[in-house]
Structures are given as C-alpha cells and as structure tokens.
C-alpha cells in the first residue's frame, strides 16, 4: 500500500544551525502536504503546508521543498532554537479511499544541543 | 481554553472494561477525527465524521465505535478493552472543502489497558 515516511528517526543539531528533516512519499495521487510539530506532552500543531504545484514554500524561519520527481519533501528550520525540539510529522492528502484525508509519517525527533 | 478538548487525559483501565474517550471543539468545524498514536507508527486514523450524520471508519476502526452527539462533539469507545489498545489518542477537527488538510488536535489521551 501506499506510505509516507522518514528518512531518519533521529536528528540533533547545535542551536543557532539549521535543520533540515526529510520525508519521502509513495503515493503519486498525493497533491497536498503538510508538516506538523508536536512537543512532549502536547497535540500535533501545523507548521506549513505545500501543494503540488509548487516546489517551495516559505514561512518563518521554515521553508518547505517539495520534490516530485523523487517523491520528497523536506523541511528546513533556519537559526534552530531549543523552542524547536520537537517530533516533526509530515503528512500527505490521500485521494483513494479515505476521502482525503491525511496520511501521517512515523516522525523525526529533532534535539537542539544548547 | 484549548480549541478542542479531550476528556479524560489520562486512563488507566482492565482488560475487557469499556471506556469511553470524550472530545469537545468550539472551533465550529464541521469534521471530526480520532487518531491513535503508537511510539514508532505516527498516527493512524481511526475513525472521521465530515458532519453528525456522517460517520466513516479510517484505517484502524477494529475494536473501536464513535458516536458525533453534535457537532461539537465526536467521542470514541471501545467496547471491551484489550491491552494491545494501550495508546495515545487524539481528536482532531477540520474546516469543510477542498484543500482544507489543516487539522487541530486536541492535547490527547492517554490509555492504559492492563
């Protein structure tokens, strides 16, 4: 069937550094897709989202790249802070059977060295 | 006030007990989300109602029934509890449309099935 998942399961970096956590799709139908963090003890919170017609996207301090040719989205953090330890989901809009809903990937933990 | 509210937080029930997980919104979205978190899975979607009387299962409905009481609220039960339901839970909601992935969760809850 059809996944979305991470390339690592883990990720630290040195506060001030950027970040980049990466996450490759299979599914060629998905047209949508979003990065979402969620802090211990807390709900999954949207960061930035992505549609298939672009292949960047800009928030603060965040960018998103979309690939499609490879199937592969990343999200990069610019200036990562502590505040930024976190899970990092990405998710994909699955047009097939579940009415589009959202497809989650199993999440890259980001730890930020002081 | 949280957006969307799950009740209770924390369980910690016996196996064949059932239980029911509670989840209010006042964010006035029409379409409601149960999602279950296991360390290493991402998040899998259980149940989803697009308005009260719609209800559909996702991908893990097995051993799981919803009931939307309105359009506030979408709880979750399972009838006889086993351990292998030990999990994070958690409500979602989302706007009506076309390209409206973004879901809001709640906090989550937590449930113990020994």
């Known amino acids: 069937g059809e996944s979305v998942g991470l390339h690592l399961p883990t990720l630290s970096v040195q506060e001030g550094d950027n970040s980049i956590i990466n996450c490759a799709y299979s599914?060629?139908?998905?047209?949508?897709f979003i990065w979402y963090k969620q802090e211990s003890g807390k709900g999954p919170q949207f960061i930035i989202d992505?549609?298939?017609?672009?292949d960047k996207r800009q928030g603060q301090r965040v960018t998103v790249l979309l690939n499609k040719t490879v199937k592969h989205l990343s999200l990069q953090i610019a200036a990562t802070q502590p505040g930024d330890s976190a899970v990092y989901f990405c998710a994909e809009k699955d047009y097939g059977g579940s009415q589009g809903n959202l497809i989650f990937g199993k999440g890259t933990k980001l730890s930020v060295k002081p | 006030d949280a957006d969307v509210t799950q009740t209770p937080r924390n369980r910690i029930t016996k196996t064949g007990k059932r239980i029911m997980l509670e989840c209010s919104q006042t964010?006035?979205?029409?379409?409601m989300y149960w999602y279950r978190q296991d360390p290493g899975l991402g998040l899998r979607l259980i149940y989803y109602s697009f308005d009260v009387k719609d209800i559909n299962k996702g991908e893990i409905s097995d051993g799981y029934s919803v009931s939307r009481q309105a359009q506030a609220k979408f709880s979750l039960s399972l009838e006889s509890a086993i351990p292998n339901q030990t999990a994070l839970y958690f409500c979602?909601?989302?706007?009506?449309?076309?390209?409206?992935?973004?879901?809001?969760f709640g906090e989550g809850s937590r449930l113990t099935v020994l």
């Open positions: 979602a909601t989302s706007r009506q449309g076309p390209d409206t992935g973004e879901l809001f």
């Open positions: 964010k006035g979205h029409d379409r």
């Open positions: 599914n060629s139908a998905s047209d949508y």
């Open positions: 992505i549609r298939s017609n672009m």
